[in-house]
């Protein structure tokens, strides 16, 4: 395995509960000292509890992920779905908060029309480096729904559906663009980094080029070559049950960290089950049935979900290698980068493809 060695924490990876504080506390709001690091790879997320008796959540993004610009976009996406009172978590406005500027640290600065990115000084990662960036919004305590059943399907495609109503109002500027190109750089980034098992390497990359042919053709065939406007919304872009959360009977859609554009179907197949089959056909008819009480659903994108599917399977391959120097990554995946997984892989996605066709 060629996979580069973790290295010691560094930066990012030394985040403290106490440099959390001190960003909380230049805003106007003061922890009580009860604090609780969240599941999360990509970014950094805490819970706070506040001496008022409440409680936010802090966001901290992970160095070189988003720039400024795409993270305020998927912020005023999240305003503009609660302003249409789509329940979503959207992130606070830090202008009301914040106490005298004059009183910060150098580099320390709010940015966006809304004041939802502070720029905070990294004092663990020493004179020179770059502010972290920080956002903040409500904790909001749930639990995770039951969505098995066709009503309970249907409510969340209703939820959905508000969310794209709002989302085929404008354009992302700055966000992922979500095409088959992904595929085949996620290929190619896969193999830059030589990750894969010398042994292995030639079966998986001929497997990995086919999936990544067919899900360019699919996309082609759905949405026509070079499709933009039409087919495209501003998209949730991960949404599947883990980024669903039930309070006092309200389902809520929380995480929009990988907002996008992209056709609607990326917002629904993740909820369904498995591959083709009649359990999977009605659990989307239902989910269907509560989106087009909201919008129209074009059902040619029915063919996407397999695309869809193996599209998500290379690129997450991609970002566990290109995140393995963070120390988290070898851990939540141990197994990445043997031979069982790259054999595994290729099996995977020589199945795609021939779905796909």
Same mark, same amino acid.
């Given at each position: 395995m060629s996979l580069p060695p973790a290295p010691t924490p560094g930066g990012f990876g030394q985040l403290t509960p106490q440099t959390v504080l001190a960003a909380l506390d230049a805003v106007g709001l003061r922890g009580d000292g009860r604090i609780l690091q969240l599941n999360s790879y990509e970014n950094r997320v805490w819970r706070v509890m506040l001496e008022d008796g409440g409680a936010v959540v802090a966001k901290f993004y992970r160095p070189g992920r988003w720039s400024d610009a795409q993270i305020l976009e998927e912020h005023a996406f999240t305003l503009e779905l609660a302003a249409a009172e789509v329940p979503v978590l959207a992130p606070l406005s830090m202008q009301l908060l914040a106490a005298p500027p004059g009183a910060w640290p150098d580099?320390?600065?709010?940015?966006? =029309?809304?004041?939802?990115?502070?720029?905070?000084?990294?004092?663990?990662?020493?004179?020179?480096? =770059?502010p972290l960036r920080v956002s903040l919004s409500p904790w909001l305590g749930g639990r995770d729904p039951e969505v098995e059943s066709p009503q309970a399907f249907e409510r969340l495609g209703r939820l959905i559906g508000r969310v794209h109503a709002v989302g085929a109002r404008g354009r992302f500027a700055h966000r992922l663009h979500l095409d088959a190109s992904l595929a085949h750089r996620a290929v190619q980034t896969l193999i830059a980094l030589d990750v894969v098992e010398p042994g292995l390497?030639?079966?998986?990359?001929? =497997?990995?080029?086919?999936?990544?042919? =067919?899900?360019?053709?699919?996309f082609g065939r759905v949405l026509g070559a070079g499709a933009d406007a039409p087919a495209l919304l501003r998209l949730h872009g991960d949404a599947h049950r883990g980024n669903l959360l039930e309070r006092d009977t309200t389902l809520h859609l929380v995480d929009f960290d990988d907002a996008c554009s992209g056709p609607a179907m990326q917002d629904l197949w993740l909820f369904l089950d498995g591959h083709e089959g009649e359990s999977r056909r009605r659990q989307l008819d239902a989910l269907l049935r509560g989106y087009e009480d909201f919008m129209e659903f074009d059902d040619a994108?029915?063919?996407?979900?397999?695309?869809?599917?193996?599209?998500?399977?290379?690129?997450?391959?991609?970002?566990?290698?290109?995140?393995?120097?963070?120390?988290?990554?070898?851990?939540?995946?141990?197994?990445?980068?043997?031979?069982?997984?790259?054999?595994?892989?290729?099996?995977?996605?020589?199945?795609?493809?021939?779905?796909m066709g």
């Open positions: 580099g320390a600065a709010i940015s966006g =029309a809304h004041g939802t990115l502070l720029h905070w000084p990294d004092a663990e990662a020493g004179p020179g480096a =770059a390497r030639p079966r998986w990359e001929s =497997a990995a080029r086919a999936a990544a042919d =067919a899900v360019e053709r699919a994108q029915r063919a996407l979900i397999e695309p869809l599917r193996t599209l998500r399977l290379l690129r997450h391959s991609a970002w566990i290698a290109e995140r393995w120097t963070d120390p988290a990554f070898p851990r939540a995946f141990p197994g990445f980068g043997s031979p069982n997984h790259w054999a595994d892989q290729t099996v995977l996605l020589l199945e795609q493809a021939d779905r």
